[in-house]
C-alpha cells in the first residue's frame, strides 16, 4: 500500500496562525521567518494550524519587515519597477512620460515668456521662438509633438532661436532614454514566465512507494504546451526546523533531496509527463523515518523546476555525411573479452616500450567487411561509428 505525503504542507517553527500573526519569540528572530498570514493549512484533525512557506502557485509566504535600508530598492529602480504589481507599473508608466511632457512644456512657455513672444502673439513681424505658441497649454501640446516624434503641424520652432534649438536636441535625447528604459521595463514585466508556469503540472500528491526494492519518493510532472522547455533541470529542498549541537534553533533549515543529480536524471526532457524519484539511501533526509514517525513529522517539501523556454538552431547541411572507420563486426561482448586479454588493447600505458607491442597487437585484428545498415527502410553504406559521429537520436 502507497503511503501518501502532501509536498506542500507545511509543518515548522509551532507557529500558531490565529485571527492574527503572532510575535516570534527573541531566539528565532535571527534568522528569516514567514510573518504573513496568506495562506493556512489546516493538518490532520486534531493538529494546530500551520503557515505554508511556499504556496500551491510558486509564491512564497515570506514578508520582508523592519528594513531600514531602503534606499537599496532605488539603488536598482529598474528590478524595483518590474516587481511592482500590474496597477502600480502602468500608474508610474503614465506619471513618468506626463511629467517629462509637463517639463519640457513649462520650460518652452518659459522661454517664450522671457523672449516676450507672449506679448507679441497678433504681431506678424516678430519671429517667435515657436510660431503659433500663445500659452502654457500649446507649449505643453508642442513638448508631446516634440518628445514622441508625431511630427510638427500648426506649431513649428524657427531657426531665430538658438536655445529652443539647444532645448529641442534635450528633449529628443531625453526623450529617447526615456522610451528605452520604459519601455524595457515593460517588455521584461511582459515577457516575465509567470504566465509560462501556469502550463507546468505537479502531480497533487506525492508517495512513498518501492522501486527496484527500494523506498523512493516519487510524484509526476508535465509540461502542457507543444513548446517545450530547453535544458529543463529540477530540485527539490526539504524545509524543516533543526537544532544544531551547539542548541542553535534554525526554523527554516533547507535541506537538498537527491532527484538524479549524481545519475543525470534531474534533466528533464519533458515531452510526456515524467516520475520523479528521490531514493532512500543513506544520504537521504528520510532515511531513518518509518511511516509511522513521518506522520509526526514537521516539514515541507518544495520542488523547483527550471528551464529555458526557446530552440537550439541545428544545421542539416552535413546530417547524412558519413565517415569510415574501422570496426570489428564481432558482438560488443565478444570485443570486450579480446580487449580484457590484451587482444585488441587500445589503451595506451604511456611508457614507450610498450607502444611496439601495442601496434602488433592491433594489427592483429582482421579486417572486417562493412555490411550495408538499413536506415529508415533504405539501403545505404552507412557505417557502424564506434564514437558516435554519425548522429544521436
Request: charged share 25%; hydrophobic share 35%.
Amino acid at each position: 500500500m502507497h503511503s501518501e505525503v502532501n509536498m506542500s504542507s507545511c509543518k515548522f517553527m509551532n507557529q500558531d496562525v490565529e485571527n492574527r500573526i503572532n510575535k516570534i519569540p527573541k531566539h528565532v528572530q535571527g534568522g528569516p521567518v514567514v510573518v504573513t498570514n496568506r495562506t493556512v493549512v489546516m493538518a490532520e484533525p486534531g493538529k494546530r494550524r500551520r503557515q505554508r512557506y511556499v504556496e500551491k502557485d510558486g509564491k512564497c509566504n515570506v514578508h520582508h519587515g523592519n528594513v531600514r535600508e531602503t534606499y537599496r530598492y532605488f539603488t536598482d529602480i529598474f528590478t524595483t519597477l518590474v516587481d511592482l504589481k500590474w496597477r502600480f507599473n502602468l500608474l508610474v508608466f503614465t506619471m513618468v512620460y506626463t511629467t517629462t511632457w509637463i517639463f519640457f512644456g513649462f520650460i518652452w512657455w518659459l522661454i517664450a515668456y522671457i523672449r516676450g513672444d507672449l506679448d507679441h502673439i497678433e504681431d506678424s513681424s516678430w519671429t517667435p521662438c515657436v510660431d503659433k505658441l500663445n500659452g502654457f497649454v500649446s507649449a505643453f501640446l508642442f513638448s508631446i509633438e516634440t518628445e514622441t516624434t508625431i511630427g510638427y503641424g500648426y506649431r513649428v520652432i524657427t531657426d531665430k532661436c538658438p536655445e529652443g534649438i539647444v532645448l529641442l536636441l534635450v528633449q529628443a535625447i531625453l526623450g529617447s532614454i526615456v522610451n528605452a528604459f520604459m519601455v524595457g521595463c515593460m517588455f521584461v514585466k511582459i515577457s516575465q514566465p509567470k504566465k509560462r508556469a501556469e502550463t507546468l503540472m505537479f502531480s497533487n500528491q506525492a508517495v512513498i512507494s518501492v522501486r527496484d526494492g527500494k523506498l523512493c519518493l516519487m510524484f509526476r510532472v508535465g509540461d502542457l504546451r507543444n513548446s517545450h522547455i530547453v535544458e529543463a533541470s529540477i530540485r527539490a529542498k526539504l524545509i524543516k526546523s533543526k537544532q544544531t549541537k551547539e542548541g542553535e534553533f534554525i526554523p527554516l533549515n533547507q535541506t537538498d533531496i537527491n532527484v538524479g543529480f549524481d545519475t543525470g536524471d534531474d534533466r528533464l526532457f519533458l515531452v510526456s509527463p515524467l516520475i520523479i524519484c528521490h531514493e532512500f539511501n543513506e544520504q537521504s533526509p528520510f532515511w531513518e523515518i518509518s511511516k509511522d514517525q513521518l506522520g509526526k513529522e514537521e516539514f515541507e517539501i518544495v520542488v523547483i523546476l527550471e528551464g529555458m523556454e526557446g530552440f537550439y538552431e541545428v544545421d542539416y547541411d552535413t546530417f547524412h555525411n558519413t565517415d569510415e572507420t574501422p570496426t570489428p563486426s564481432c558482438s560488443a561482448k565478444e570485443l570486450a573479452e579480446q580487449n580484457a586479454k590484451g587482444e585488441n588493447s587500445l589503451l595506451s600505458s604511456g611508457s614507450t616500450k610498450n607502444k611496439p607491442h601495442l601496434e602488433n597487437q592491433a594489427h592483429e585484428i582482421p579486417e572486417q567487411k562493412v555490411e550495408p545498415l538499413v536506415v529508415n527502410g533504405d539501403m545505404s553504406n552507412t557505417k557502424l561509428n564506434e564514437r558516435n559521429e554519425i548522429g544521436a537520436f
